[in-house]
Structures are given as structure tokens and as C-alpha cells.
């Protein structure tokens, strides 16, 4: 299904329309401030298997990044010094993705278990903010695939609901989204390490 939500005034129907179909464990392609993404449950090991399979990953091998609600829930899911709170708190919300060793004993299903890091993302985005905080846990999320020569299908809702609808179980129309990713800062050591530049402006 295509669900209509205005940026401007995320329409609190609509909201809980996307977070029912996560909370029962599906797929759901929603607008970030970078590119449009697929997201599921974090806490849902078949959710999470669903979204590896749909985009052809293996989750043991890949890098996997959660979407949290805000700083006070990231420390749940991955170890933050000093140093790199100071980083998320100067960057995000935005369109940065911040690897960081992941918590022993997190509440993220077994898949995650045996990682030694995991990619948080904040977005500037008040749909997906709305649905995060609504759902009262991390998102999963995987960009829509990209190809250059067929852009519209992953920056036009309704073209990316005409792709992709037999494969998840909602799509979120926030307006045309970008082409662009996010930039990705690793953080697991003593000093920062520019994985991928993308969006987000970095020193």
C-alpha cells in the first residue's frame, strides 16, 4: 500500500498505519534525509531476515545500521566515548551514518549478537523521526537500490511503490527524495576514519 505523509505535519493516522506493519514484522520503504529506504524492526529476527533476503545481503558479512529515535537510545545498541558523543551530538540529526562498536548483551536480535559494530543513523527527517519515535525502537534500514540510469525509481514514491509493492508491505510517499547517500564516519578507534563521503559536509 501507499501511504501519503506530509513532512510539513506528519499526520499521526498515517504514522501508525507504517508502525502497525512494523510492529508485525514487515518491510516498509520509507523517506530519510538522503535516499528513500527500506526499513523493518530491528528487534525482529524475521523482519531482519526479510530485508537481508529482499536485498540479496548476507547479515553476517554486511554492514548493518540502525535508525535510532535520539542520542539517549544509541548507547542501548553501540559503546559511545566522550569523543564520539561529541561527534553525534554536533552531526546529527543529518544525513551522517556513525560506525561504532556494538554493546555486549544489546537488545538487538542474534543476528547482530556476534558483530563487532554497527552503523546509527539519526536522520533530519520528520516522517521517519515520527515513525521512530512512534514505534518506540530502532529501524533497520537499507537504501532503495540505486541505479543512475533509472533514478525516478528510487526518488519517485510512486514509481518506487509500482517496483517494489509485491516486495514490502507499505510505501511511505514523503515527496521526491535525493540521490544521494549518507556520509559515513567510522568511530571504532581512537581516531575518526572517513568510510564514504556523501550528503553530509565533512571537515
Same mark, same amino acid.
Given at each position: 500500500m501507499l501511504i501519503r505523509i506530509y513532512s510539513e505535519n506528519p499526520n ?10 512494523? @510492529? ?10 538522503t535516499l528513500y529506504a527500506v526499513c523493518c524492526s530491528a528487534l525482529s ?10 536485498? =540479496?545481503?548476507?547479515?553476517?558479512? #554486511? ?9 539517549? =537510545?544509541?548507547?542501548? $545498541? ?11 551530538? @554536533? ?25 563487532? !559494530?554497527? =552503523? ?9 523521526? !515520527?515513525?521512530?519515535?512512534t514505534l518506540n525502537g530502532p529501524l533497520l534500514t537499507m537504501s532503495v537500490?540505486?541505479?543512475?540510469? !533509472? ?6 514514491? !510512486?514509481?518506487?511503490?509500482?517496483? $517494489? ?12 527524495? &535525493?540521490?544521494? &547517500?549518507?556520509?559515513?564516519?567510522? #568511530? ?8 564514504? @563521503? ?6
Amino acid at each position: 500500500m501507499l501511504i501519503r505523509i506530509y513532512s510539513e505535519n506528519p499526520n499521526a493516522k498515517e504514522i501508525n498505519r507504517v508502525v502497525k506493519v512494523l @510492529q508485525d514484522g514487515g518491510l516498509a520503504i520509507c523517506p530519510t534525509d538522503t535516499l528513500y529506504a527500506v526499513c523493518c524492526s530491528a528487534l525482529s529476527v524475521c523482519a531482519v531476515e526479510k530485508i537481508c533476503r529482499m536485498r =540479496g545481503v548476507d547479515p553476517q558479512k #554486511c554492514r548493518l545500521s540502525i535508525i535510532c529515535a535520539g542520542l539517549s =537510545g544509541v548507547s542501548r $545498541y553501540a559503546r559511545v566515548n566522550n569523543a564520539a558523543f561529541g561527534l553525534l551530538k @554536533q552531526y546529527l540529526p543529518g544525513p551522517y551514518t556513525f560506525i561504532l562498536p556494538t554493546v555486549n548483551g544489546s537488545e538487538l536480535p542474534r543476528l547482530f549478537r556476534h558483530r563487532r !559494530e554497527i =552503523g546509527i543513523r539519526i536522520p533530519d527527517n520528520p516522517i521517519m523521526n !515520527e515513525i521512530v519515535h512512534t514505534l518506540n525502537g530502532p529501524l533497520l534500514t537499507m537504501s532503495v537500490p540505486y541505479d543512475g540510469d !533509472e533514478s525516478e525509481y528510487a526518488t519517485d514514491p !510512486e514509481l518506487i511503490h509500482e517496483r $517494489y509493492r509485491t516486495l514490502v508491505d507499505a510505501v511511505v510517499d514523503g515527496g521526491f527524495g &535525493g540521490t544521494e &547517500g549518507s556520509t559515513v564516519i567510522d #568511530c571504532t578507534t581512537d581516531e575518526t576514519t572517513l568510510v564514504r @563521503q556523501g550528503k553530509g559536509v565533512w571537515p
